[in-house]
Structure formats: C-alpha cells, structure tokens
C-alpha cells in the first residue's frame, strides 16, 4: 500500500515547492540523481554470496535484556545516552538486534535504530559523495536536521526504561539461502548481503575517508506496531503502526574503520 504521505510529498517535490522540517517530503522517483553508478549486477542474476539473515517481527513481547527487538529498553553502550532529536524529543526505539558474527565487516556489533516520534521525514541524497564531519548529526544539505539515529556498539546494558511509542516485540534473525526476497519478490527485512537497490546504486564516503558499507535493508512501508496508548505518528501510512522515513526503502550504509558509533548514512529510495 502506498502512502498519502509519500504521494503528497511526491507532487509538491515535483512542483518545486520548498520543503520544510514540517512538510514530511518524500523523495521523486523522477528526481536527478547526483550520485549515479550503474549496477555491476543485474538485478536479476545477483547471487548472494556474502552472508544475508532475513529479519522478522514476532508477535512475542520483548522483555528488558532482550536484544532482538522493535521498541523494549535500548541496550546501549556506558558512554551512549538515548538518543535525542534536534527538536528535544526522545527518539523512539524502532528496532535493535545483534549482527551475526559470520556477517562481513560488522558481524558482532549491536545494531539500534531510533527515529523521533514526532518528525517523519525522508533522509535525502547529499550533492557530495563525501559526508561532512558529524554527518548523523548534521546531515549535509537539503537535509535539514537529524531526526534520526544509528548506532552500533558492543558492550551495551539495557536501558532502565523501555520505549513508550512502540510495541515490544522480539525480532527473530535467520540466515537467508538464497534471494532474501519476500514473497511479492520484493526486498526483504535484511541484515548482512548485498543491497537490493531500488533505484541506481548510491555510495557515500565516511568523514573519516572509508567508503560506508551496505550493512542493513528496511523495506518501504514496513510497519513497527505502535502502543496503544502512544499518539498515531505523524504521516503514517497506518493508524497502529509507525514508519521510518515516511516509509521509504532504507540501506543503511555504515563506516567499516568505527570511526563514531553513530557513523550511519540512511539511504532513502522509492
Ligand atoms: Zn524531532
Ligand atoms: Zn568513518
């Protein structure tokens, strides 16, 4: 199902409009792409070679020290704090999971994604393929703010408290044989593997000089059940549910050299 949000969003990109914090614009399918590589692949004949584990929301409820999860208490590093956005909000915790140690690069860290409640957005392509300093804190233009955090990290506690917008749920990670595709044969919920690019391949390099790696794929639209008690998220394509980047397709592309924790680039394709 696609979103009203995205569609909107879609006509006044394509009208030229300016896009606000509070507009929740999308990206254009039409849109000029600046960072344009042709696949080495097709899409058709790709094999997946490098290990590729498929991700699954469970309806299980997670409890404190569960480390597979959508929403529960964030298990974070001594040094890491919750994550705030620029707005001063609490960011929610949308999902957390280790990385299986066979994954190349970043097998055995601690993956968490943490979105602000309150800003649902899209995540757009910078003119340069090279990311300024503290790019997830300051994304480069025509990003505005960072409503958004990425971390990983290895040596994490469980919060004391547990996210309040989104149910607690645990995650199951499996190894992927073949495709990692979901029955309609689009991409599935992924970790490890190679990304499945909606459109042109898009690579970025760290701050620090590394060229970021494909480490994790969120579908487009995927819904992360909210608490009943929580407030509907703004532009979401779904009453009970909440969405990253008004539900765009994400590649998380991450610094293989760990130069910050939080050195994540959210690739958003529609
Ligand atoms: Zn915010
Ligand atoms: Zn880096």
Redesign the pocket.
Known sequence: MRSGANARARHESDQGHARSAADCPSRSAKAPKLLVEQPTVPATSRRYRRRMYLIEITPTPAVSGDRNTIGGSPILAPDQTWPACRCGTRMALFFQLDIPPDVPTFGGDHLLAFQCPRHNEACFPPRERQLPPHYWDRPPPPNEMSFWRILRQRTGVPASTADPYLRPLRLTVARAEKSGGRRDGSPAFRVGGRPAWLQRPERYR?????DLAFLAQIPENLGFPKRPEADEQQDSFRADEYGMFLGNEIYLLA?P????PA?VWPVNQN
Do not use: V
Not at 206 to 210: D, H, I, L, Q
């Open positions: 760290c701050a620090c000089g590394s610094c050299d760990w130069c910050d050195a």
